[in-house]
C-alpha cells in the first residue's frame, strides 16, 4: 500500500523511501521485538506491582527527556533543510544547550527521587535511573545525525542497540542469574547501558563538530546574509518547540502509567504498561515513514516544493487511516487469545486496556501524517501549542477518570485525548498547509 505515498516522487526519491523504510522497518521491528520480549520477561518475573514500579519511573524519566535535548535533534533537521551545510555554525551553541539542559533535568529527577512521595524501593529505582536520560539524549542526537547523513543502515543499527543490549541483559538476569532477579540490579544494568550509549553518542558528536559529517540532499543552499556563530539563547528560541512537542507527546499517550502508580497503585502501573508496551508496537510504522524517512525531505520541501508537501499529505492521510483501521482490527481479533499467553493470568486485566487503547491506533496513524505538515518552517510553534492543549487535556481527563475508574479510566483519557489532537491537527492543516501552500506553489 506504500505505493500510494511513493508513486508523488521522483524516481530516486522512489529509491531512497523504499530503501530507507525497509532498512528502518526492519531495524525497527527487530528493536520493537527485543523490547516488547524484554517487557514480558520482566512482567513475568517480577509481577504487577513491582513491575509497575520500574513501568512508572522509566516513564517519568523518559517523559523528563526531551527536555534533556530540548528538541535540539529534531530543530537540526530544519535549520539544516533550510540552510544546508551552512547550518553547522549552530552546532557548538547546540551541544552546550544540551549538555546544560541535560545536567538541571538530571538534578531534578534526583531531586524527585529522594523527596518525592516515594516508597523505598520507588526511591532507589526513580535515583538510578536518573542515569537513564543521558541514553536517551544521545539515541536522540545521533539518530538526528544519521538521518542528515542519509545514512539508515546505520540508523536501523543504532535503534537496535539500546533494546538489544537490555534484552541481553534481563536474559542472563532471569535465566542464568535468577537470585540477582530484582528491580534494583534491572535498572542498574538500564543505567550502565544508558552509559554506555553516551559514550558512543559523544564520539558521534565530536565527529559531527569536526567537520567529518555527510549532510545529504543539499545541491542547493539558501543565500544566507547572517552567517554568524549563534549564541545559546538563539538556540532556545528556534529548538524549544521541538522539546516541547516531543514533551506533550509523551505526556498524552505515556503519563496515564505514572498518575495510575500515584493515584491507584503500582500493581495497576504495571498491567496497565503491558497494553501500552502493544500498543508502542503497533505504531511503529507512523513514527519511521514520517519521523525517521520523510521528516529530513519534507523540511527540504518545504523551502524548495509545496506541491510535494500537499500531495504526501492527501495520500499519506487515506494511507495512514486504512493501515490504521487494519491496526485496530487485528489487536481486537488477537488481544484476547494472545495476551494470556504471552504476559500470564497475573496481566487479564490488560487485554480490555488493550482493546480500548487499540481505538488510538487510526487516530494516531493519521495525526502522524498530518502532524508532519506542521513541523516544517514556522508551524512547529502552533503544533506544539496544540500539542500542549491535549497534554493538558489529558492530565485533566486522567485526573478525574482515574479515581473512579482506575486503568479504564486512563485509556479513556487517552482516546478522548487523541480524538482531540486529530481534529485540531486538521483543523490547522487545511488552514495553514492547505491554502497557504498551494497559493505559494502557484
Known sequence: M??????????????????????????????????????????????????????????AVTLCAP????????YWLKVFGEEGLEAKRWLPASFYLVGLSTLIVMSVLVCWAIYG????????ISLVLSIYVIGQVSLELVGGKLQLEERYLALALWQVLPHLTRFVVVLLLAFSFDQLMNSENVVLAYAAIAGFLAVIGGVQMVSML????????HGHTKSLTML??????????????????????????????????????????????????????????PSIIYQKVLLPKMHRWANYDHHRIIHVYRKGNILMLVLGIMAMLAIWGMAPSLMPI??????AGAT???????????????????GVTLVTQ????????????????????????IPAFGAIGAATATVLSNIVLVVIYRTAAQKYVLTVGLNKAI
Open 67 to 74: 527536555l534533556a535535548g530540548f528538541g535540539v535533534a529534531q
Open 228 to 285: 554568524e556563530t549563534p549564541v545559546v539563547l538563539k538556540v532556545v528560541s528556534h529548538a524549544w518547540p521541538f522539546g516541547l512537542a516531543a514533551l506533550f507527546h509523551l505526556v498524552y499517550f505515556q503519563s496515564d502509567i505514572i498518575l495510575l502508580k500515584y493515584i491507584t497503585g503500582s500493581e495497576a502501573a504495571g498491567i496497565y504498561n503491558v497494553a501500552f508496551t502493544v500498543m508502542a508496537v503497533v505504531l511503529l510504522l
Open 378 to 401: 514556522e508551524k512547529m510553534k502552533k503544533k506544539v501549542k496544540y500539542m500542549g492543549v491535549v497534554a493538558m487535556l489529558n492530565i485533566i481527563l486522567n485526573v478525574a477518570l
Open 2 to 59: 506504500l505505493d500510494k505515498l511513493i508513486k508523488i516522487l521522483t524516481a530516486e526519491d522512489c529509491k531512497q523511501v523504499v530503501i530507507a523504510i525497509s532498512l528502518l522497518w526492519m531495524g525497527s521491528i527487530a528493536g520493537a521485538a527485543l523490547a516488547f520480549l524484554t517487557q514480558v520477561i520482566l512482567a513475568r518475573q517480577l509481577g504487577p506491582a513491582e513491575f509497575g514500579n520500574i513501568s512508572a519511573a522509566l516513564a
Open 352 to 370: 480490555s486496556l488493550l482493546n480500548i487503547l487499540a481505538v488510538c491506533a487510526p487516530l494516531l496513524f493519521v495525526a502522524s501524517s498530518i
Open 117 to 124: 512521595p516515594h516508597d523505598e524501593q520507588t526511591r532507589i
Open 342 to 347: 504471552l504476559f500470564g493470568r497475573e496481566y
Open 210 to 217: 569536526t567537520g567529518r559529517f555527510d549532510l545529504k540532499g
